[in-house]
């Protein structure tokens, strides 16, 4: 009723570009919630999957719906910045990967930990940080989330480990805190993911070994987009059934650009870790729009009919909306007035990111150390000291 | 480490054999069999893998002791240490501190030839966001690895093996359970007036005999154990140098990129250079990979002669 009142009287004073079709959503009954059918999963050593219906709440199809179109647009506009020459170095874009780290965040509990390798942008703001902390370290400005001194692959926040730059990396270190959970006895859990390029570095391998023995609360999650760079993964992979190649560790292979197939197996993963039994591996089948980077134009190893095909058919936040729609989750409109709210955010934090002072000189040596009193640190030559503080 | 080990209960030991064979060079001797399997930790053979997860622990708020059986191996895992370990304070701009010890025996043996020989000081001493510390003897190794463990940041502890089985009368206050010694100072083992002689490690005890022979002819050296290689406590030095007007550098890694020529560097850039009557000499181990015959590896690290040669050699006697 309240809601009727509002559009009604912003109608009568005109205020609002909104057409009159506000007022016949407000009135509009909307289902609470919805089942959808999803893909059964591949089995690795499992007798059972996650379940093949889920129930969706309207409330949880427009918080993901935004979610994925945030980090859609923030990727593009990290995409314009950097032909803008704003944003310099190495810019690793997830548009088309959106139902992953959406998806898995709707899996787990903020008190869970995720670490990831370099594509980690659309993480840093599942895992709570803002567009505009996101951008402004993309650009490499004292606001940015890192002070500017990290930039796109150093991104830390809350039980979020990073954005890792050196490749495979990441897997020890999330078997590790995987073992700092097992620990102290909380049950979180860890999600430790890598890409199909990654998947065949050796440390990987020790690090499910490890993961194993222990019986650490680890979820291995493989994001295969298919192409590790600029190779296929028919090219790099003797095997690329990457949900089974932790051998002995249980594995499952997920749709990964249906964000509820995502959502549901993060479920039923995190489920199995908390149960004490060892870690589990996700593979996550899903892809970029983008190159590997911004210097990659991302056609010479592939065609555009591909991507294009992907795009029309496969698109994350074109199914979830399709579903929505059809099921009287939510109407056209009101996603279309997400879709203009989300813009908006993102022009903002934009501006903030490009008007953002760069991080002060005097900061230069600052964070060598924790916890330790200042001492100098050498500049360029003897006589250029800076100041470092922890 | 068993002091550190009852005192905070995030802290833990993981690495190849440190628990139930007592620790390979028995460093950890008695430790999992009054702690555990979840504080002690056996590793496969794994450097990379246990190492990155040893600094995903520390990530995570855990105190990790990671062992290398020796340094050596430790360049499979390298990466973990510089690049998860040391840089990412600064990366994340003071988010994620990484409160991690890497230790483990450095340096050359007796007789186990050049993959098992190499010292590592000046590879880890090149790096900013690590602390390098190189106990001499067991006054340092008490005090510096129970720094290392209560400090926040990722220390490198370099041992060494030859040391492991030499006694050493310990003072009282280094018998306590909070007896630290602090990371970046060093110390001056013997007082003098003729020369300064800077070592770390084993050839700490070679400069003290060398000073020894020479004090019967008169030459009085005053010998500093760096204790900490990174950050280096040059000022010691300069102020030991300034009094003396002479000095040699003595370690047993490789001269080329080595802790002397970093010393002698800052040397010539600091106060000290305008107190020296003769330039900075470096003994070092010898610039081949290690031999394994006994007359051959004898002379590829700085023995007590050469240490009096290089000395003499700067005084011009």
């Known amino acids: 009723m309240r809601k009727m009142l509002a559009a009604v009287s912003r109608v009568l004073l005109g205020v609002a570009q ?27 050593r499992l007798d059972e999957g996650p379940p093949v219906t889920t ?54 509990n903020p008190t869970d930990h995720l670490i990831t390798a370099y594509r980690a942008h659309g993480f ?17 400005r004292r606001g940015g989330c890192a002070k500017g001194k990290g930039g796109s692959m150093h991104m830390y926040a809350k039980n979020f480990y990073g954005g890792n730059g050196i490749v495979g990396a990441q897997v020890p270190l999330g078997a590790g805190i995987a073992l700092a959970c097992k620990y102290n006895g909380k049950d979180e859990v860890c999600l430790t993911l890598y890409g199909d390029g990654a998947a065949n570095q050796g440390q990987i391998f020790e690090a499910y070994n490890m993961a194993a023995l222990w019986k650490l609360p680890c979820i291995f999650i493989c994001e295969n987009n298919r192409y590790g760079m600029g190779t296929s993964v028919e090219r790099a992979a003797a095997s690329t059934d990457y949900y089974k190649r932790g051998d002995f560790i249980p594995g499952l292979r997920v749709d990964g650009m249906d964000i509820l197939c995502v959502r549901e197996a993060t479920k039923f993963a995190a489920a199995y870790c908390r149960s004490g039994k060892g870690p589990i591996l996700m593979e996550l089948q899903t892809y970029r729009y983008h190159g590997h980077s911004m210097s990659d134009p991302g056609v010479s190893y592939r065609t555009r009919e591909e991507i294009q095909e992907v795009r029309s058919k496969s698109d994350p936040i074109m199914l979830l909306k399709d579903r929505m729609v059809n099921s009287n989750l939510a109407s056209v409109e009101e996603l279309k007035e997400i879709d203009v709210e989300v813009r908006k955010e993102i022009e903002d934090a934009a501006q903030f990111a490009t008007a953002d002072p760069e991080p002060p000189l005097e900061e230069l040596g600052y ?21 470092s503080v922890s | 480490m068993d002091e550190e080990l009852e005192r905070d209960e995030k802290v833990f030991l993981l690495g190849e054999e440190v628990a139930q064979y007592d620790g390979a060079y028995k460093v950890s001797r008695g430790l999992w069999k009054k702690y555990g399997d979840k504080r002690i930790i056996d590793t496969p053979i794994s450097e990379m893998g246990f190492a990155g997860i040893a600094v995903g622990a520390a990530m995570a708020g855990l105190r990790p002791i990671c062992e290398f059986m020796t340094f050596n191996f430790s360049m499979q895992a390298i990466d973990q240490v510089i690049n998860s370990a040391a840089k990412t304070y600064y990366m994340s701009a003071g988010l994620q501190p990484v409160p991690i010890v890497f230790r483990g025996p450095n340096g050359a043996s007796a007789g186990v030839a050049a993959q098992h020989s190499q010292c590592f000081a000046a590879w880890y001493g090149h790096c900013p966001g690590l602390k390098v510390v190189s106990p001499w003897n067991s006054e340092d190794a008490k005090g510096l690895i129970k720094s290392a463990i209560r400090d926040n940041n990722p220390v490198v502890m370099l041992e060494n093996e030859l040391m492991y089985g030499v006694s050493f009368e310990l003072p009282a206050e280094a018998q306590s359970k909070d007896f630290l010694i602090p990371i970046g100072k060093a110390k001056i083992e013997r007082q003098g007036t003729h020369i300064t ?31 900490t290689i990174r950050p280096m406590d040059i000022d010691a030095i300069e102020a030991s140098v300034m009094k003396t007007n002479h000095l040699v550098t003595v370690e047993g890694g490789w001269p080329q990129f080595g802790v002397g ?14 107190f020296l009557d003769a330039p900075a000499v470096r003994v070092t181990g010898a610039d081949v990979p290690m031999p394994y ?8 690290v700085p023995q007590v002669k050469d240490i009096i040669f290089a000395i003499k050699k700067t005084l011009n006697i």
């Open chain 1, 18 to 44: 909104k057409p009159a079709t506000r007022v016949l959503v407000a009135s509009r009954n909307f289902a609470n919630d919805a089942t959808f059918e999803i893909k059964k999963c591949d089995l690795h």
């Open chain 1, 55 to 108: 129930v969706l709440t309207r409330e949880d199809g427009l918080k993901y719906y935004r979610m994925m179109q945030t980090v859609r647009r923030m990727e593009l506009k990290a995409d314009q910045l950097y032909k803008q020459k704003i944003i310099r170095g190495f810019c690793h874009l997830c548009d088309g990967q959106e139902a992953c780290c959406v998806g898995l965040e709707a899996g787990i």
């Open chain 1, 124 to 140: 840093t703001f599942t895992r709570g940080l803002s567009v505009r902390e996101i951008l402004a370290e993309l650009t490499g």
């Open chain 1, 367 to 387: 964070h060598i150390y924790s916890s330790d009193p200042p001492f100098e640190v050498r500049g360029a030559n003897q006589w250029i000291k800076f100041k």
């Open chain 2, 197 to 227: 002689v800077v070592a770390h490690s084993r050839p700490v005890g070679h400069c003290l005999e060398a000073a020894t022979v020479l004090s019967k002819e008169g030459i009085e050296c005053e010998v500093i154990n760096m204790r």
């Open chain 2, 261 to 274: 020529a970093e010393i002698c560097a800052r040397i010539m850039e600091g106060p000290a250079f305008n």
């Open chain 2, 293 to 300: 015959a006994k007359i051959l590896e004898d002379h590829s």
